[in-house]
């Protein structure tokens, strides 16, 4: 059976989506976080149900269920919502209208049968021994309150983390970066922590275990979170755009500090280890810029938006729910090269280029993000004279945070990684964000 889920907000439109995965295997989901790509989504598929939160931005659930009834599509529709239908008119006597399933989900076994009677098929009687958990989810958490396992091959499954124990973004990351899916729990677990919407989950976030250690990776949090949002609606305009005016937003942060210094420290002191890298980088970018350009929201949204997808492309889109049993038994971290290939670059300008949201300069930064000031860099091989401005600012700052954060975040280094740049970037193009770097840096 194949259902589509419209739900705005992400963490309950994922835990649905477990719950619905797990009723049994014949189960596929496609997810989509507003009524407008919902609307896309039943134009290229054929789904047995759809289940569609009533408020929604872009499109609410009353359009999707109007968009049906108008072209005579007969495809049954739960209203996933604490509205009551009959305020709305649309479903009143409408066939494919099934009623409502509601935010506080029922039983598993009831929850089942609202599925299948709402599909009009047969419940299929299915015992799984161990559930599906969408890997992405994980990155959220950095503890697990029970077994995790893997799925080796259809009957299966090997433990990767136990009961309580603590993993890093890093061990996550290197499942997503080997197209692994899901992760599993036992039934048992399961039920016990019976996924429901609230906070008695089976993962959890403890602040304090983030150490100096797993540091950077959190820095990386944010952006993993996003990419997984991507990755999981598609890489679609909606799903770039909303990811997109988040980080838009912080950038008023900002200007909230008088010195770079202050904004800086207080931003990555001990007790805020999860602000995220890719934000330090658009906010830099950001002040750098308004210096080069004067104030421009172009080019600053342009930069904030390369901050944040300048790597897009690292990560391929995961869909096929395989075994992968060979690779999963080979489980050491992908070879550098290949994740970080060379055409990254070009692949995420590309992808860039096709959210009309986006201006072409995001896309050309994201292009030059690799290239350096004497030829050397790629794929390009633009020179300090060849290439634009824009993409100076970000080169600069990014070099700039990459030594920051080498090794351990030090604002002492300032002066050597200062130095380090004037060697490397005082040239062409490069010169004038150098500059006003360094009298920021100063100030
Ligand atoms: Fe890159």
Redesign the pocket.
């Known amino acids: 059976m194949k259902i589509l889920i419209a739900e705005d907000h992400d963490d309950i439109r994922e835990l649905l989506r477990i719950e619905l995965e797990n009723l049994d295997s014949t189960i596929k989901i496609e997810d989509v976080n507003c009524g407008e790509l919902a609307i896309d989504m039943i134009n290229s598929n054929d789904f047995d149900l759809i289940i569609s939160d009533y408020n929604m931005p872009n499109g609410n659930g009353g359009e999707v269920f109007t968009y049906l009834k108008d072209r005579k599509l007969s495809i049954p529709f739960l209203l996933f919502s604490t509205e009551d239908p009959k305020d709305h008119s649309e479903f009143l006597g409408a066939s494919q209208f099934k009623g409502i399933l509601n935010k506080v989900l029922p039983s598993e076994n009831k929850l089942k049968k609202i599925i299948y009677n709402a599909a009009g098929i047969d419940v299929p009687a299915v015992s799984n021994k161990y559930f599906k958990i969408r890997v992405g989810y994980f990155l959220r958490f950095n503890q697990t309150l029970c077994d995790v396992y893997i799925k080796i091959s259809d009957d299966k499954f090997v433990k990767l983390l136990n009961k309580n124990n603590y993993y890093s973004l890093k061990d996550i990351k290197k499942y997503i970066e080997k197209k692994v899916n899901y992760l599993f729990i036992h039934e048992d677990d399961y039920r016990k922590y019976q996924v429901k919407f609230g906070d008695n989950s089976f993962l959890h976030l403890d602040k304090r275990k983030i150490t100096t250690e797993s540091k950077e990776d959190y820095y990386k949090s944010a952006d993993l979170i996003i990419k997984d949002l991507i990755l999981s609606l598609g890489i679609s305009e909606e799903a770039i755009r909303q990811a997109s005016q988040t980080i838009k937003s912080t950038l008023d942060i900002f200007n909230n500090y008088e010195k770079f210094h202050d904004f800086i420290e207080n931003n990555l002191s001990k007790s805020s280890y999860q602000y995220d890298q890719c934000l330090i980088l658009s906010h830099i970018c950001h002040a750098i810029s308004d210096n080069v350009f004067g104030t421009s929201n172009q080019v600053s949204s342009s930069l904030c938006a390369a901050s944040f997808f ?2 897009i492309a ?1 990560i391929e889109p995961v869909n096929n729910l395989t075994d992968n049993s060979k690779s999963l038994l080979n489980l050491e971290i992908v070879d550098n090269e290949l994740i ?1 290939s060379k055409d ?2 070009n692949l ?1 300008a590309d992808i860039l280029l096709s959210v009309s949201e986006f201006s072409t300069l995001a896309s050309k930064v ?1 292009r030059n ?2 290239e350096k000031p004497d030829g050397s860099g790629y794929p390009r091989g633009l020179t300090s004279e060849t290439i634009d401005l824009a993409s100076c600012v970000f080169i600069i700052a990014s070099e700039y945070i990459e030594k920051l954060f080498e090794v351990e975040f030090d604002l002492n280094k300032n002066d050597k990684i200062i130095i380090d740049l004037q060697k490397r970037f005082k040239t062409g193009n490069f010169k004038l964000p150098l500059q006003h770097l360094i009298t920021m840096s100063n100030a």
Do not use: L, N, S, W
């Open positions: 300048h790597d690292t970080h990254h670059p995420g994201i993000h690799h």
